[in-house]
């Protein structure tokens, strides 16, 4: 079965230090892999995504996400958190065989970064 | 620029009675989804719609769930008979018009939520 993986339901982080939220996926064929930032009684925003090419993606707000086929991993990164990064974190991947816009979610990871 | 419209924002409904809940896209974006998210969960696809058609319903429970996208108006998804189990949060998305090669894989725009609690 297709799915998305996210071990952590939460990760604490102190302003300034780097930080990782990890996903790992299991998808038959090429994936098309995806993550979204849910603030408090917000939609889900785009971050980035990994189609093809390099594979360190780059996205907003300076997040950045690299694509291990090896590992089946596209873990989220960025180099110094800011305590507006706090928020729930998804990691997506597109249902492979499904139509567009099917997405398999991960269950979400809690980034909580503090001053 | 509006993004993703979604009404309303809480709806509270007692079991048996109907809910609607309701989509407007973004602007140029022909494309509608609806995700639902249950407490401690991800997003859960049900149903991808375009204009008057739908597309994928793979994700849509069998009995009691129904969604449109008529040509003129907002999307509606529709429960009838609402059960405590049917309380979740309901997300709509759209996207544009994308073909089908790596370049034009979808990236979704998500609508704030409509919130259902069932009494």
């Known amino acids: 079965a297709q799915s998305v993986a996210q071990p952590e339901d939460q990760v604490n982080v102190a302003e300034g230090n780097p930080l990782t939220v990890k996903c790992t996926y299991s998808?038959?064929?090429?994936?098309?892999l995806f993550w979204y930032v849910q603030y408090p009684n917000r939609g889900l925003q785009f971050l980035l995504k990994?189609?093809?090419?390099?594979?360190l993606v780059k996205g907003s707000y300076g997040f950045e996400a690299e694509f291990n086929k090896s590992q089946t991993s596209f873990h989220l990164k960025k180099p110094s958190a800011l305590v507006s990064d706090s928020a729930l974190y998804f990691c997506?991947?597109?249902?492979?065989?499904?139509?567009?816009?099917?997405?398999?979610f991960g269950k979400g990871t809690k980034l909580s970064v503090k001053p | 620029n509006a993004g993703v419209m979604q009404n309303p924002r809480h709806l509270v409904r007692r079991r048996g009675q109907e809910a609607r809940l309701r989509c407007s896209p973004m602007?140029?974006?022909?494309?509608v989804y609806w995700y639902r998210q249950l407490p401690e969960e991800g997003l859960k696809f049900m149903v991808y719609?375009?204009?008057?058609?739908?597309?994928?319903e793979s994700g849509m429970p069998k009995e009691r769930f129904s969604a449109e996208f008529p040509k003129e108006g907002p999307s509606i998804l529709r429960i009838q008979q609402v059960v405590r189990g049917d309380s979740a949060a309901y997300f709509c998305?759209?996207?544009?018009?994308?073909?089908?090669?790596?370049?034009?894989?979808?990236?979704?725009?998500f609508g704030a939520g409509s919130r259902l609690t069932v009494l």
């Open positions: 997506a991947v597109r249902h492979y065989g499904g139509s567009q816009g099917n997405l398999i």
């Open positions: 998808v038959s064929g090429n994936p098309y």
């Open positions: 998305a759209s996207s544009p018009l994308l073909t089908e090669t790596p370049s034009g894989a979808n990236v979704l725009t």
């Open positions: 719609l375009q204009k008057e058609n739908i597309i994928d």
């Open positions: 990994y189609i093809t090419g390099d594979n």
């Open positions: 602007k140029g974006h022909s494309h």
